[in-house]
């Protein structure tokens, strides 16, 4: 099927038990036994299973071209329960400019149970290998990353891990399963925080990971059932729902985004502009050959912190607001928001500047955001 088709199509598209063309929400925390073991369609207890989770773990499988598939209460507790596959000693190579949340869960939470981390450029991909060690267990990208934008070359991460028989993660958060699609290049696990692009709308909060490794999708089920982290049955079905529109609304924020882009780059107030789809951004050729598509987070740099503060007050259409990939347009500051636990000299190595403006562009018209941004910027 082609994506848009297998959006709605993907999964388990009718109730098995009665036919419901939309999944039911199974708003149930246990399940009547037949005989002592003897389990109907396997559901015992709603933290090992059910039935609305079971649709949209399925559906994500799909989407990712994979064969297992996880829902969880958010992204983070997807992202951590991956790392949780990793012992203490292991050792992970991480993209440095990864998203704030995932920075602060592993060098305030994950470094204290012995598992080490380095932070590295994984743009530069013929560099990884000499940050390989003997206790390296893991391969973490981002790519886009969050909130430069910096492409990471997926095949090659895949093959570097495969090498040295690592576990290789890529994020795909920004991408969704409708642009990119990570296991295709033989990654081991991708994940996404579902509350952005997948959900669609501003009103959950989930992770969900896929894989085609059934030893790693044992683990993880594992560790899911054993730390307790599911999704439940009611954001479940709101992924669901937003799922089938997913094609529309990435069509739809890409249309918006080239447009934003284009004037950004021509508007004298803005000093540097980070998107893929820019010829001259960094790994412009290898995003192209990894992806049908772009992300709607556009990062800018103005001046300086202020500057930035009064764009965002100009503004009338960009929400101010934590998270991206809804329908509404939101605006942010990475070093006052979604990257504020990062050091601010990490940040600043990293390019992350106090004027550096992050926008998740939505669905509006496009003619009402590039207008809006411009006299935002302009006064």
Do not use: W
């Amino acid at each position: 099927m082609n994506k848009k088709t297998q959006l709605i199509h993907g999964g388990k598209t009718t109730d098995p038990y009665t036919g419901a063309v939309t999944t039911p929400i199974y708003q149930t925390s246990t399940y009547e036994q037949d005989a002592i073991g003897d389990l109907r369609q396997g559901y015992e207890y709603s933290r090992s299973g059910n039935p609305t989770r079971t649709a949209l773990e399925g559906l994500i499988a799909d989407l990712e071209h994979g064969q297992h598939g996880f829902a969880f209460g958010s992204g983070m507790a997807a992202i951590s329960a991956v790392i949780m596959l990793l012992d203490e000693g292991d050792h992970l190579l991480i993209n440095s400019d990864v998203y704030g949340g995932t920075y602060r869960a592993l060098t305030k939470v994950f470094t204290r149970y012995g598992i080490k981390v380095d932070f590295i450029d994984t743009t530069q991909i013929d560099s990884v290998e000499s940050y390989i060690k003997p206790e390296t267990k893991m391969l973490y990208i981002e790519t886009p990353s969050n909130p430069l934008l910096r492409v990471t070359d997926i095949k090659k991460t895949a093959e570097i891990a495969k090498k040295h028989n690592l576990i290789s993660v890529v994020d795909n958060t920004f991408m969704t399963p409708y642009f990119q699609n990570p296991l295709t290049f033989d990654i081991d696990i991708v994940l996404h925080s579902a509350t952005k692009y997948i959900g669609g709308h501003s009103d959950v909060v989930a992770g969900l990971v896929a894989t085609n490794n059934a030893d790693l999708a044992e683990r993880i089920g594992f560790i899911q059932n054993s730390t307790g982290g599911v999704l439940g049955p009611q954001d479940s079905y709101l992924l669901i729902r937003g799922i089938k529109t997913l094609g529309l609304r990435m069509d739809q924020v890409q249309r918006n985004t080239l447009a934003i882009v284009e004037m950004l780059q021509s508007h004298e107030a803005v000093q540097a502009v980070f998107h893929p789809s820019i010829e001259s951004h960094l790994n412009h050729d290898i995003h192209q050959s990894q992806a049908s598509g772009h992300t709607g987070v556009v990062a800018f740099e103005v001046a300086d912190i202020e500057t930035a503060k009064k764009v965002i007050k100009e503004s009338k259409l960009f929400t101010l607001a934590e998270s991206l990939g809804a329908v509404e347009s939101l605006v942010s500051v990475p070093a006052l928001m979604t990257h504020a636990s990062i050091p601010k000299d990490v940040r600043e190595k990293e390019g992350i500047a106090d004027g550096l403006i992050r926008l998740s562009v939505g669905i509006e018209d496009t003619e009402d955001l590039v207008a809006d941004l411009k006299q935002a910027l302009e006064k």
